[in-house]
């Protein structure tokens, strides 16, 4: 299974990810995620989120949680891509790609790997609110 994390202060380009496709054509399906920051947070108007990391720990919990992926599904590879800094609302914050033999894997594993990532990747986010 191939893997590949960016973690990056710089704007997602989902076009240029779909350009350099990282799978091959034994994937018979391809999932894609675009998590967007929202406009509101807690009721109240928000300007984007700031994201905060401690690089070396989240890249090892997100290896982790790939090979887990890896053992459940069969996973031809995994690329994740999260912003790191301050994101305006509207802008993508986390882009995911799962290739896997089949529907269900990619959804399956996708779904895994984003709700994972939540519990113990260490990724800090912070409201900036309007007010």
């Known amino acids: 299974m191939k893997t590949e994390l960016?973690?990056?202060?710089?704007p997602i380009v989902e076009i240029?990810?779909?350009?350099?496709?990282?799978?091959?054509?034994?994937?018979?399906?391809?999932?894609?995620?675009?998590?967007?920051?929202?406009?509101?947070?807690?009721?109240?108007?928000?300007?984007?989120?700031?994201?905060?990391?401690f690089r070396e720990m989240a890249s090892h919990q997100f290896e982790l949680l790939f090979q887990r992926a890896g053992s459940q599904w069969a996973i031809a590879s995994i690329r994740l891509v999260h912003r790191l800094g301050f994101v305006k609302a509207?802008?993508?914050?986390?882009?995911?790609?799962?290739?896997?033999?089949?529907?269900?894997?990619?959804?399956?594993?996708?779904q895994y790997i984003i709700d994972e990532m939540k519990k113990v990747v260490p990724i800090w986010k912070k409201a900036v609110f309007e007010s």
Do not use: C, M
């Not at 960016?6 to 710089?10: F, M, P, Q, V, W």
């Open 16 to 53: 240029d990810l779909l350009k350099s496709r990282r799978f091959d054509s034994k994937s018979g399906a391809v999932i894609y995620f675009s998590g967007v920051v929202r406009d509101l947070e807690a009721g109240e108007r928000i300007t984007g989120l700031h994201y905060e990391t």
């Open 6 to 10: 960016i973690l990056t202060e710089n």
């Open 90 to 110: 509207g802008e993508t914050s986390l882009w995911v790609e799962v290739a896997a033999g089949h529907r269900g894997e990619a959804f399956a594993a996708a």
